[in-house]
DNA sequence: TTGCAAAACGGAACAATGTTCCATATCAAT
DNA sequence: ATTGATATGGAACATTGTTCCGTTTTGCAA
């Protein structure tokens, strides 16, 4: 690929997030292209559809989702590290209105979503939640899946009045989670 | 109002509804205005937003759907009654692809709707169910907002494969609901 | 029944936005 | 430096929400 057509990408992708961030997906391929400082034509050329372009911003930071646990884990005790991914999760669901729009849409743009949300961060969830249990800092009873999911409910779900409801409600989890780590644990790993 | 004025309301709302449930939301304004054989302006006389006849639709058919529940509680075995219901609310909400993204979207004109559908909806189910309880056809230990709850996100949860997928859940649901409804129940049997 | 003013109507025109197209500019290999 | 392939920008087009206004219809009163 062309050197500049990669700067081109790069800063299309970076700010679509930002105006996604900021206007919602629903906001005009225009303002994105212009904030990029490219034309209509360049950013089409690098996504056919404005679905491929939302697809793109999502997956992008879904990887950079799954990217930082490892990073988290060697600087932070096992707990702390699952917690500081757990409320980057969150940040990332909470930001991105829209999201749960863009999957129920049936765009054929976002069919793949779904197993990419699996297959990348189940694995690095899983990884600070084993390394967590190991380390007898949380219970073992709840899976990855579970807290994907229920994360995602918790901030996805209908109007989250205001502020940080989905922070908290994220936290309260997390606590959860905390609490039945005792090393004398009944169906804990020993 | 005159006349006029009311049967050509009447006619947008059914044309709404109908290329709504073929469509999906987002049908252009205008298949609707020709299909209740109405010019635009007409239209836009009556529901000065999009979102207005959006809501507007909903609301009559909640209306239908809590307006039947007394006829089929007349009609039938209160267990038959309020198996019914519950598969017509699960039609109602299952045909309203969109109605989510709608609520979720924000607009102001869907803001009455939530508050809307308890008010309406919850009275509707309650007398149904505890008709089948008091007759000893349903168990006690779920309630009618559990219950509305539950069929909503069966049937507006992510992309429900194929067919009568919904259906068949809700009616799953249902068998539960009789499950425990013998005389000597505790809790479930052992 | 007829006349008339108010109400309602239809659809052309406007605005916003997704998408296509291509003449022009840029890059990189020779 | 030349040159062919690649990438670019933005004008032009298509679709759709919304507004506007000249025309038609309605209900009432004389």
Redesign the interface.
């Known amino acids: 690929m062309r050197a500049d057509a990669q700067r081109n990408l790069d800063a299309v992708l970076l700010a679509a997030k930002e105006v996604f961030a900021t206007s919602g997906v629903d906001a005009p391929v225009r303002e994105i292209a212009d904030k990029a400082g490219v034309g209509l034509g360049t950013l089409y050329r690098h996504f056919p559809r404005r679905a491929d372009l939302i697809a793109a911003v999502f997956r992008r930071e879904i990887d950079a989702c799954a990217e930082i646990a490892p990073l988290l884990a060697e600087r932070h005790a096992p707990f702390d590290a699952l917690a500081s991914w757990m409320q980057r999760y969150a940040a990332f669901v909470g930001t991105k ?1 829209g999201l ?2 863009a ?4 765009d054929p743009a976002f069919d793949s979503l ?1 197993s990419y949300f699996d297959q990348k961060l189940r694995p690095a969830l899983r990884a600070l939640r084993d390394a967590a249990v190991s380390a007898g800092e949380a219970r073992a009873d709840v899976d990855a899946d579970e807290l994907l999911g229920a994360v995602a409910s918790l901030c996805m779900s ?2 989250n009045a205001g502020s940080g409801r989905a922070e908290r409600m994220v936290a309260l989890l997390v606590d959860g989670l905390r609490h039945g780590a005792s090393p004398s644990q009944d169906i804990g790993d020993t």
Do not use: K
């Open positions: 209105r749960a729009q999957l129920h849409s049936g779904p209908a109007h």
